[in-house]
């Protein structure tokens, strides 16, 4: 009896005995932190998903603007540099010159040994074994047709200048010659109009005239 009534007492006093996590979460309307905070990060995760994602299409977008726009500026790039050429091509005909490249000067993957440029802007590779290449200089790579307008366009206009002065020195030999033809020619015509008066009029009018001392 004794022991009965105290394993009792015991059980009374006892503190209520916790229950598992597993029965808290299945019971209803029991607030459980753990889960909750589940679901918090799944929602953050999500989220920064989500701006990854918009980052990235912005990303993807700016690349797709860039790249037209890059498409386009080649094509202009490309425009500009065989207009340059055909004008460069008049210049180089007219004057009848040609350019020796500096070999180091070309950017060109297979070694060159020499490299000209004719009057009819063709650019000429020459390489080892009597191999060469030619083609218009605006079918090069814009860098080869920058590093040779680079080397030609210092030359040319040394060119442009000798053949003005060429030019002047021309025009002053027949401004000489149009000035000498031009007395002899008033010398020549004078003489013949003075004759073809004395023979117009009558051979009496001349015997009248008086006789100069």
Request: aromatic share 4%.
């Amino acid at each position: 009896m004794t022991e009965a009534n105290t394993n009792s007492s015991i059980n009374q006093n006892a503190p209520p005995k916790k229950e598992d996590q597993a029965s808290v979460i299945e019971r209803e309307g029991v607030f459980c932190p753990l889960d909750l905070t589940e679901h918090k990060n799944e929602g953050n995760e999500a989220k920064e998903n989500g701006n990854t994602e918009q980052k990235l299409t912005e990303i993807l977008e700016n690349i797709t603007v860039e790249t037209s726009q890059l498409n386009e500026a080649i094509n202009e790039e490309s425009k500009i540099i065989g207009e340059v050429c055909l004008s460069l091509k008049e210049v180089l005909t007219k004057l009848h010159v040609s350019f020796n490249i500096p070999p180091e000067d070309v950017p060109i993957k297979k070694e060159t040994k020499k490299a000209i440029l004719d009057e009819d802007c063709r650019l000429t590779l020459f390489h080892g074994n009597s191999e060469k290449y030619a083609a218009f200089l605006a079918e090069y790579p814009p860098q080869t047709v920058m590093a040779v307008l680079w080397v030609v366009i210092p030359e040319l206009a040394e060119a442009v200048t000798i053949y003005r002065k060429k030019m002047s020195a021309r025009a002053s030999f027949f401004e000489k010659i149009k000035k000498e033809l031009k007395v002899a020619a008033n010398s020549i015509t004078g003489t013949s109009d003075m004759k073809s008066k004395l023979r117009e009029k009558p051979i009496e009018d001349i015997e009248k005239e008086p006789t100069k001392a």
